[in-house]
């Protein structure tokens, strides 16, 4: 028992490492963000496109007998890009932009109308890739915080969640997330945004440090339920010790829209930088 206990651990211990190796490796993207501009857009279309292929992937394998044609999946990738582009290339064409992103997500829903959780994974995915485009527009060094906030949340439930262990937070949806991990990770988050002070105020900050945490993981938990539902246990492998892009994005599926709404709505000053 003590032998398995110490094979366990080390195990554990070897995937933090990993984790973090590959953490650091992903710090290019971050400097990106901070740059803004046409460099980051050239790394977003491409992160978006893989987040897309692997749920698309991930639906394809889980369909018995109903497999997606490649020309299917390329379509879709095209048609959750091209709104995107609306925003990069035509920035003040308001009209045009909304209705770009009224008719894919029309589409979405109608294409699969009979999977609820692909809808929503397919739209948190569509419009969290637009808020990245319309925050980095409003400020990159904004989106920037946003990101770092969200990192520090997850790594915080991360460790302490493993460190401390404890009653699970949603087993059947991911069992390995635990209560303390996801206290922990607002803990984390609050710390991070009374730090960067993004709001104009106390409250503004501990309220933008709650929102991202709690949002981060109900993305996070939206994609365990749809591995689950597919049979999946990472989104894919591009990433050693994390999976795949989706798996590393996941936090970002809800918080950034619900963020950027904030923001624009005036609910939640922002400070200027």
Known sequence: ?????????????????????????????????????????????????????????????ARKNKNMKLSFKFFMIVLLTFPQLLLIFFPYLTTVKILGFLITTLFIFYLFRYNLLLIILLCGILFSCASSILLSQIHPHLLFYILIIIFISDVSAYCFGNLLGGPKLLPKISPNKTISGSFFGIIGSLITVYFLSIGESLLEN????????????????????????????????????????????????????????????????????
């Open 1 to 61: 028992m003590k032998l398995m206990n110490y094979f366990n651990q080390k195990t554990k211990y070897s995937k933090f490492i990993v984790r973090s190796i590959s953490s650091f490796l992903l710090l290019p993207f971050l400097f990106l963000v901070w740059k803004g501009g046409t460099l980051f857009y050239l790394i977003l279309v491409p992160i978006f496109i893989g987040m897309i292929y692997e749920i698309l992937n991930m639906e394809d394998s």
């Open 206 to 273: 501990l309220l933008i440090g709650l929102i991202i945490s709690v949002f981060s993981q109900v993305g996070d938990l939206l994609e365990s339920s749809y591995k689950r539902q597919t049979g999946f246990k990472d989104s894919g492998n591009v990433i050693p010790g994390h999976g795949g892009i989706l798996d590393r994005m996941d936090g970002l599926i809800i918080s950034l829209p619900i963020v950027l709404i904030i923001f624009k709505a005036n609910l939640i000053r922002i400070q200027s930088f």
